[in-house]
């Protein structure tokens, strides 16, 4: 069982920023896509972003292409969302997840498999 965490959530103001972190337990997670996904209250849960095993291949959903940044660490087996300018509608519970299909920059959600608890981001207007 992998075990995915994720921290760094928090309230912030309309144009802030903030940073997520999420940790995979796994030697293998250097293997291994990662993805970024949020669930807003009221809607499904959404693909936000992800990259590849490397690091050299990132993917965005046009929502949040231009102000979020994801990046990894294998070293570290981290894997960081940079988020900037920063909306009330990007208000959700950030959830990281490791990915299993190969077309995981698809964002469908069956091609994740472990999934950490998530952590609360809160934008104010």
């Known amino acids: 069982q992998v075990h995915v965490v994720e921290s760094g959530g928090g309230l912030v103001q309309a144009g802030g920023s903030l940073n997520l972190s999420c940790t995979a337990s796994?030697?293998?997670?250097?293997?291994?896509?990662m993805g970024w996904f949020r669930k807003a209250p009221g809607k499904e849960r959404e693909f936000v972003a992800a990259?590849?095993?490397?690091?050299?291949?990132?993917y965005y959903a046009n929502s949040v292409k231009g102000r979020f940044t994801i990046s990894r660490d294998n070293a570290k087996n981290t894997v960081s969302l940079q988020m900037r300018s920063l909306k009330p509608e990007d208000t959700a519970v950030y959830y990281c997840?490791?990915?299993?299909?190969?077309?995981?920059?698809?964002?469908?959600?069956?091609?994740?498999?472990?999934w950490g608890q998530g952590t609360q981001v809160t934008v104010s207007s």
């Open positions: 997840a490791t990915a299993a299909g190969p077309t995981y920059y698809s964002g469908r959600e069956n091609e994740y498999e472990y």
């Open positions: 796994d030697h293998t997670f250097t293997d291994v896509p």
């Open positions: 990259i590849s095993w490397s690091g050299g291949s990132t």
